[in-house]
């Protein structure tokens, strides 16, 4: 397997990241659909409005090799969400995780932070990467906080860097998490997972 070539399938205790199929689409529409996600003008997954244009868009970056898609599996084989690397730069050794959302119903459960954990693993352990960005609207306050509870760090913020499909201009705020950096994010995850566990007993 080349790893920036071909998606790997990363298994944990909450979820299991399998490569994305075709065949996921209802699943996936589902999985938007548990707390009407699509209405959250400030996140990706109001692409899925239209689900046939969103999965087609997500595919072709796939076939240019520029992402890679999961599909986000509980232990019972549900599909509860959708994540990506994006703009993959093997030549630089970076790339974006992004394009994430999960059902409603698995927020908050440690999903999240596994799901995180596992991507970063294999960016970093596997893939050599020398920085991982996580990129979210600045309207997008919920994700802000995941994102710096991960451990990863604020880099700025992109001013009128994208046009939405409802055509507003978004601007973007930008976080990374660099190589050297990776071992303490990943005790910071191990940690958070932890304490998900303890609060379960």
């Not at 899925?48 to 969103?54: E, K, L, S």
């Not at 990129?135 to 802000?144: H, L």
Request: glycine content about 8%.
């Amino acid at each position: 397997m080349t790893a920036w070539r071909d998606a790997p399938t990363l298994r944990g205790d909450y979820v299991t990241l399998r490569p994305l199929r075709v065949e996921d689409r209802d699943a996936i529409v589902a999985a938007a659909g548990d707390g009407d996600l699509t209405a959250l003008f400030f996140t990706n997954v109001s692409s899925f409005v239209d689900p046939d244009a969103a999965m087609a868009t997500i595919f072709k970056e796939r076939d240019f090799g520029r992402a890679m898609p999961f599909a986000v599996e509980t232990p019972d084989g549900r599909v509860v969400g959708l994540t990506r690397y994006m703009r993959m730069n093997e030549a630089s050794k970076r790339l974006e995780i992004g394009g994430t959302f999960y059902a409603k119903s698995v927020q908050r459960t440690g999903v999240n932070t596994e799901a995180k954990l596992l991507l970063l693993r294999h960016a970093f352990e596997v893939m050599g990467c020398n920085v991982v960005q996580i990129r979210t609207d600045w309207f997008n306050k919920r994700s802000q906080a995941a994102i710096e509870r991960l451990g990863a760090k604020r880099d700025g913020v992109l001013r009128k860097h994208g046009i939405m499909p409802d055509g507003r201009v978004r601007d973007l705020v930008v976080y990374s998490i660099i190589a050297d950096e990776w071992p303490g994010v990943r005790q910071n995850l191990r940690f958070l997972l932890s304490r998900h566990e303890e609060s379960k007993a």
